[in-house]
C-alpha cells in the first residue's frame, strides 16, 4: 500500500523568503510519480509540480522546486520567494496506475 | 476559463434525502475522479472512471453511487446523506492513466448535511 506523510500541519514564512515543505512516502512500486497540489481557501486543488520516480534531475517549476532523494524517500517542496498569495493548504501526493494519494497537507502561512 | 466544472458550489441537504452532485469538463478527458475531502484532512478517492470502466474503491460506502453518462459528465449520488458525509467533494479528471496522471480538479462542492 501507498502512504503519503507530511510531518508538517503548519508553516510561517515571510514575505521573499524561501520555505521547504516536507513530505515522505512508502511505496513498493518501483514506478511511481510524486506530485504537489496548492489548495487555496477558495477549495480547487491547482497543480504544481511532479517528479517521476527515474527521472534523474529534481522538478523545477517557476519558483517552485522538488527535492528529490529516493533512497530517503522524500520529495520536499522548496518555494522560493515566498509571497503573500501562497498562503493556503499544500498537499503532496503520489500515483500509482490511475490515481493519487494524498498526504494530510500542510498549512503555509506567509506573512509581510 | 473553467475546464473543470462542479454545481453546485455549496449543497445544504437533509439528513437521509437523496443528493446529486456534478462534475463536466471541457478538456475530454478519458478518466474523471470522485474524492471526499473532510475538515482538515487528505482528500480520499471514492472511486472514478477510467472512460466507461468504473472503478470502486474497497472502503468506499454503499451509499456513494456514480454515473457517467458520457465523456463530458460525471455525477455522484449520495443515496442517503449521513452526518458524517458532510465534507467538500472534489472532481478531477486526466487524460490518460499512468504514473504521470496529472490530475485537473474542479472547485469542489461543499455539501452540508442537516
Known amino acids: 500500500a501507498q502512504k503519503i506523510t507530511q510531518t508538517q500541519p503548519g508553516m510561517f514564512v515571510q514575505e521573499k523568503e524561501a520555505v521547504t515543505l516536507d513530505c515522505t512516502y512508502d511505496?513498493?512500486?518501483?514506478?511511481?510519480?510524486l506530485f504537489w497540489y496548492k489548495q487555496p481557501s477558495s477549495g480547487e486543488m491547482i497543480f504544481l509540480i511532479y517528479q517521476g520516480s527515474y527521472d534523474q534531475q529534481n522538478a523545477t517549476e517557476g519558483r517552485y522546486s522538488l527535492n528529490f532523494q529516493k533512497a530517503r524517500k522524500s520529495a520536499n517542496l522548496v518555494i522560493s520567494a515566498s509571497q503573500l498569495g501562497d498562503s493556503a493548504m499544500y498537499f503532496c501526493a503520489m500515483s500509482r496506475y490511475s490515481t493519487l494519494t494524498f498526504g494530510k497537507g500542510t498549512m503555509l502561512l506567509v506573512s509581510p | 476559463d473553467a475546464m473543470v466544472i462542479q454545481n453546485p458550489r455549496y449543497q445544504v441537504t437533509q439528513f437521509g434525502k437523496p443528493v446529486t452532485l456534478s462534475c463536466s469538463q471541457t478538456l475530454n478527458h478519458n478518466v474523471m475522479y470522485w474524492y471526499q475531502q473532510k475538515s482538515s484532512q487528505a482528500p480520499k478517492l471514492l472511486f472514478h472512471y477510467y472512460d466507461k470502466d468504473f472503478n470502486n474503491e474497497a472502503d468506499t460506502p454503499d451509499n456513494f453511487q456514480s454515473r457517467r453518462p458520457n465523456t463530458s459528465f460525471c455525477f455522484l449520488d449520495i443515496r442517503s446523506p449521513g452526518l458524517g458525509d458532510a465534507a467538500m467533494y472534489l472532481c478531477a479528471t486526466s487524460k490518460e492513466g499512468g504514473v504521470k496522471t496529472e490530475a485537473f480538479f474542479g472547485q469542489g462542492t461543499r455539501l452540508t448535511v442537516v
Open positions: 511505496t513498493s512500486d518501483p514506478s511511481y510519480g
